[in-house]
């Protein structure tokens, strides 16, 4: 079965009778699928309207799961946003980023996401809805584990919803590839800075592909709070600052390696937020 509802209610009716699949866009199912056709019974959530979209909403902003990435590219966001806005552009190539969402990024749930660090640093939630009722998760616990999430069976993603920062808040992310474009990520790095009279008032940091889940680094955060945002900043985090990583040894890199560069990039993203620039892929 393959359906595509124009409306949530019908969707949501459709997973209630079991053993279907989401899809919105497909750019991770049709992969996965290799030479192989499609198996299985699959709902497409990307004709109703209402999931798609970035509006404000109170003391929040809203982001309607089937938005693309080309759709976050092109929105009007506030700077801290421009670290998932680098992300986006950074997604595969033009035909992926037209087609991906940002709910199918998150609820497929890769170790190298590009999408999980730059919302992580936003503190944001996400938004799933089934016929039992609508409930909010933070993505920092969503996400459980590779391919892994708290989503169940009969739920569809609606939204991804997080707090306005303030207006002071800078936003830089990097991630590093074996080529520019069409690259699994070796190592990302989401940072946000909120620097007022020349000092860091609230420090973010996010780090993806490094561990089973991205993850926060609190205590990378707690060093830079209360330091004048000045160049070389990024030098004042250590090594031991990223001691929870546990990165693998793959085809594509070093645990070793990783690790190194996760620094490297970690200070580069910082000196960039002190100074106002966004970054990208290295």
Request: charged content about 20%; hydrophobic content about 50%; overall charge neutral.
């Given at each position: 079965m393959y359906a595509r509802p124009s409306d949530l209610n019908d969707a949501l009716g459709l997973l209630a009778e079991g053993d279907a699949r989401v899809m919105a866009g497909a750019t991770d199912i049709f992969p996965g699928a290799g030479e192989s056709p499609l198996q299985g019974n699959y709902i497409d959530v990307t004709n109703i309207a209402a999931l798609r979209g970035v509006r404000l909403q109170g003391e929040s902003l809203r982001i309607g799961a089937t938005t693309t990435w080309?759709?976050?590219?092109?929105?009007?966001?506030?700077?801290?946003?421009?670290?998932?806005?680098?992300?986006?552009?950074?997604?595969?190539?033009?035909?992926?980023?037209?087609?991906?969402?940002?709910?199918?990024?998150?609820?497929?749930?890769?170790?190298?996401?590009?999408?999980?660090?730059?919302?992580?640093?936003?503190?944001?939630?996400?938004?799933?809805?089934?016929?039992?009722?609508?409930?909010?998760?933070?993505?920092?616990?969503?996400?459980?584990?590779?391919?892994?999430?708290?989503?169940?069976?009969?739920?569809?993603?609606?939204?991804?919803?997080?707090?306005?920062?303030?207006?002071?808040?800078?936003?830089?992310?990097?991630?590093?590839?074996?080529?520019?474009?069409?690259?699994?990520?070796?190592?990302?790095?989401?940072?946000?800075?909120?620097?007022?009279?020349?000092?860091?008032r609230d420090a973010r940091i996010a780090i993806g592909a490094c561990s089973v889940v991205a993850q926060r680094i609190r205590e990378a955060e707690r060093r830079l709070i209360g330091a004048p945002a000045r160049p070389g900043l990024g030098r004042s985090i250590q090594a031991q600052d990223l001691a929870g990583l546990s990165p693998i040894d793959d085809v594509r890199a070093t645990a070793d390696y990783r690790r190194h560069a996760a620094l490297t990039l970690l200070r580069r993203a910082i000196d960039a937020c002190a100074l106002g620039k966004s970054g990208g892929v290295v």
């Amino acid at each position: 079965m393959y359906a595509r509802p124009s409306d949530l209610n019908d969707a949501l009716g459709l997973l209630a009778e079991g053993d279907a699949r989401v899809m919105a866009g497909a750019t991770d199912i049709f992969p996965g699928a290799g030479e192989s056709p499609l198996q299985g019974n699959y709902i497409d959530v990307t004709n109703i309207a209402a999931l798609r979209g970035v509006r404000l909403q109170g003391e929040s902003l809203r982001i309607g799961a089937t938005t693309t990435w080309s759709d976050i590219v092109a929105a009007d966001l506030p700077p801290a946003f421009d670290a998932l806005k680098i992300a986006a552009r950074d997604v595969g190539a033009a035909q992926i980023q037209n087609r991906g969402t940002i709910a199918g990024n998150l609820c497929n749930a890769s170790p190298a996401a590009d999408g999980v660090a730059p919302l992580l640093i936003l503190d944001a939630e996400v938004e799933l809805a089934s016929r039992r009722g609508t409930r909010r998760i933070a993505l920092d616990a969503f996400i459980t584990g590779a391919r892994s999430s708290l989503r169940a069976p009969d739920e569809v993603m609606t939204a991804i919803v997080t707090p306005l920062p303030a207006q002071t808040m800078q936003s830089a992310f990097f991630k590093l590839g074996a080529r520019r474009y069409l690259v699994i990520s070796i190592v990302i790095v989401a940072v946000a800075l909120d620097v007022v009279e020349g000092i860091v008032r609230d420090a973010r940091i996010a780090i993806g592909a490094c561990s089973v889940v991205a993850q926060r680094i609190r205590e990378a955060e707690r060093r830079l709070i209360g330091a004048p945002a000045r160049p070389g900043l990024g030098r004042s985090i250590q090594a031991q600052d990223l001691a929870g990583l546990s990165p693998i040894d793959d085809v594509r890199a070093t645990a070793d390696y990783r690790r190194h560069a996760a620094l490297t990039l970690l200070r580069r993203a910082i000196d960039a937020c002190a100074l106002g620039k966004s970054g990208g892929v290295v």
